[in-house]
């Protein structure tokens, strides 16, 4: 989306095309004439376009059962996002993104007017250049719909974790479990202890989440939740989605699940 509007930034309006709603697709169309890896990047887009819109028209339980492999060798399931930004989407898939923007920038007299971000000596080939770190990245196991999960309730949560983690060691409640510890024996082997692990789901389970990303996080936040209450040890993180930031607190006692019956 970001990549979309510095390519839309001041784009001339013969290079978006005069009746063409979708801006993007008319200027990787025309860069596509002059620039074979452009070229090759919009025939891909029509496949996966046409192969949306034979789904879409294709009876529902019809589908034929498919191995899973590249996003080019088999019918892919698109979310509408993906679908809007199909066109810097591919391209990025197909690590060629770079390549384009880069001969977008040196060629911008072409496609932009003079005060257009990529028309600047210095801000175009800047973004160019932020752009080879992605597209050196393998987009191999991409997330769609029915792949996302919502955050599970807070009791939720907690009932799963005191069941993990019953038959976890008692002593020292008080104090918070290590996440993730893991007993190397003299077989070579290693084991993790169940009270650990549980703990660590839980802790994933919560604040981890395909939807979101994780900005920061701090333990030992204190929170008094009323005056006459002593202030609250807790877990604070920081989440960003594609709407807004999410600000969460958990205290350290249900994190470890030696809340019991208090409230």
Known sequence: GVVEVCLLHMLKRRAAGFLRTD?????????????PIAGDVCKKVQELQQQVESRKNQ??????LKR????TSKTPVLT?????????????????LDKIVQYIVDNCSKYYEKEALLADPVCGPILASLLVGPCALEYTK???????????????LVQRHRIQGVHGRQDSPS????????????????????????????????????RTHLLYGKNNVLVQ????????????????????????????????GTLGDSE
């Open 80 to 96: 509408p996002q993906a679908i809007k930004h199909i066109w810097v989407r591919t391209a990025l898939i197909e690590k060629v």
């Open 59 to 64: 009876p529902s339980g019809q589908e034929p």
């Open 68 to 71: 899973q492999g590249s996003t």
């Open 225 to 256: 939740p009323k005056d006459d209450l002593e202030a609250i040890p807790g877990y604070l993180s920081l989440h960003q989605s594609a709407d807004n930031l999410t600000l969460k607190w958990t205290p350290n006692q249900l994190m470890n």
């Open 142 to 156: 991409l997330k769609t719909a029915d792949h996302y999960w919502t955050d599970p309730s807070a009791d939720e």
């Open 23 to 35: 801006k993007v697709a008319a200027l990787f169309t025309k860069v596509g004439k002059t620039c």
């Open 175 to 210: 104090k918070r479990p290590a996440l993730g510890i893991r007993k190397r024996h003299s077989s070579g082997s290693t084991s993790e202890d169940p009270f650990a692990a549980s703990a660590r789901e839980y802790v994933e389970s919560l604040h981890q989440n395909s």
